[in-house]
Structure formats: C-alpha cells, structure tokens
C-alpha cells in the first residue's frame, strides 16, 4: 500500500532560477540535486520545515523530446506529478494493475536517489499523474 506523500513534482523551465525563486521566496534549501538522464530531467528535490515530511521536486527539461518539456508546452509550468512512498514498487504496481490501472512501466525504472520508480497513467487516476516510490534501501537483497 501507500505509506505517505514522498514528493510533490512541479515543472518548471529552469531549474536554477526555480531554486533559487523558492529559496529567496519561501526559504526552501535544496537537500538533493541530480540529472536522471533516462527520464530527460533535472532535478532538485527541496525540504519542507525540518525536512522530515514530504519534499518539493522541481523538474526541469534536460532534452526537447522528454515527459517534462512535453508538460512545460502544453501546460506550462505548475504541479505535474504526486508521488507516493512505498515499501514495494512491484507490489504496489502490480495491485493497481489488478484494479484495472494502467502503469507506465512494466518494470519499475530508476528514479530520485537510487529509488525504483513507476507511474500510473494521469486517465487512471483522475487527472494526476501519480507516480509510486521504493527509496534505496529498503529492500532486502535476495539470495
Ligand atoms: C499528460 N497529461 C497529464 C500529465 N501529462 N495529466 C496530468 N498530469 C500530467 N503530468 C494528460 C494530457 O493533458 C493529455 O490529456 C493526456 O494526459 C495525454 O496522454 P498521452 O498522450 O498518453 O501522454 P503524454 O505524451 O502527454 O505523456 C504523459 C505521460 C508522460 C504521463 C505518459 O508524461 C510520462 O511518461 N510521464 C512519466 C515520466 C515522467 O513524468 N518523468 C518526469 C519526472 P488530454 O489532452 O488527452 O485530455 S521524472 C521523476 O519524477 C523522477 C526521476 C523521480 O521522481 O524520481
């Protein structure tokens, strides 16, 4: 199942003007940059408080063909994603499959940090574009 908000994902055009808009504006610190170059983003995730809580990604194009500058010229800048932690992303996207859900992904793809990432389809999931989160670390190796 869920077990919480992981992040809240936000395009934007430019991803160090965004950081530094939301630092100046809402004194938000950056606590993790990288380039995920399979998914064709930049991105820098934001701590909220004692950054204990859910996160703040800001998403911004590495490539002209990738899902963010896609996002960025039909809808412009704003919340494009809700991500969820849990434990397992197989099981969880295998649960959601199993209610009639499309996933994006037939197996999970890499994402924030050494997570396993997928996504299910916005038309599925009432307009939002929910995207599921097993962080590094928690699974057990097998074997
Ligand atoms: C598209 N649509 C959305 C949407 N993107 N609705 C809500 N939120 C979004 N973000 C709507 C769009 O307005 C169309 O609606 C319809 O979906 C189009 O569907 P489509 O033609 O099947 O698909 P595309 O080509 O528009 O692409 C949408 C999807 C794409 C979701 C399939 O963005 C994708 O593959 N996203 C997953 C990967 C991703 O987002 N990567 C960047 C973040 P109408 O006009 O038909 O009504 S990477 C990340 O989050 C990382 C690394 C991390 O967290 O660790």
């Given at each position: 199942g869920l077990l919480r908000v992981d992040h809240v994902g936000i395009a934007v055009a430019d991803l160090d003007a965004a950081m530094a808009f939301y630092a100046e504006t809402f004194g938000l610190r950056c606590v993790h940059e990288e380039t995920n170059e399979e998914q064709g983003v930049r991105e820098a995730m934001l701590a909220v408080g004692d950054g204990t809580g859910p996160r703040l990604q800001l998403l911004a194009p590495?490539?002209?063909?990738?899902a963010i500058a896609k996002f960025l010229d039909r809808s412009g800048p704003g919340l494009q994603q809700l991500a969820y932690t849990v434990a397992d992303v197989e099981a969880a996207s295998a649960a959601l499959r199993a209610r009639g859900l499309r996933l994006l992904y037939d197996t999970p793809r890499r994402g924030t940090a050494g997570s396993r990432i997928n996504f299910v389809h916005p038309k599925d999931a009432g307009g939002v574009l929910v995207e599921l989160v097993e962080p590094a670390g928690v699974r057990t190796p097998k074997g």
């Open positions: 590495a490539r002209p063909d990738s």
